[in-house]
């Protein structure tokens, strides 16, 4: 028989470095989810994404036990690390950051993909340079997809 589930938790931590202090702790705690045994087994399941903020949605049972699934970093984390900036922009319409080439963009956008409500490649790469137009990121060339 399947287990009943209580809930979900949605949280955003960097790889490897899952502790039990804020945000993860309270979050679990208020849950009866037992801290500690999560951490191990995310930090354990991430060490080799040490330091980028990856997204885990944790399920809850009312037993008490949780599984989870961490997906891809988010996409403007992974535009900044491709521009190599610390933030974006406070006026994008105005003030640009940083530029990208269309090459990059698809490749965010192929790694990303999993986690998207995109069924091509071509949408998928359009929402990223959205996002990049959104940070104030100007993207180089003509789209390559079919208009």
């Known amino acids: ?4 589930v209580a809930g979900l938790i949605k949280l955003q931590i960097k790889g490897g ?3 039990p202090s804020p945000p993860v702790g309270p ?8 801290i500690m045994e999560f951490c191990k087994q995310f930090n354990a399941r991430t060490q080799d994404k040490a330091g980028k903020v ?9 037993d008490k036990s949780f599984d989870f699934v ?3 970093p988010p996409v403007a984390v992974q535009l900044m690390e491709a521009c190599k900036l610390k933030g974006g922009s406070a006026a994008p319409n105005r003030n640009k950051v940083g530029e990208l080439t ?6 965010i956008a192929t790694d990303k993909m999993p986690d998207l409500n995109c069924f091509t490649i071509e949408s998928a790469m359009r ?3 959205g996002t990049a137009r959104s940070m104030g990121i100007t993207v180089k060339g003509e789209f390559p997809g079919n208009n």
């Open 17 to 19: 470095a899952a502790n």
């Open 54 to 62: 990856l997204p885990v949605v944790i399920t809850y049972y009312s």
């Open 1 to 4: 028989m399947a287990k009943e």
């Open 27 to 34: 979050a679990l705690g208020s849950k009866g989810i037992n």
């Open 70 to 72: 961490v997906k891809t």
């Open 102 to 107: 269309w090459d990059q963009i698809k490749a």
């Open 127 to 129: 929402l990223v340079a």
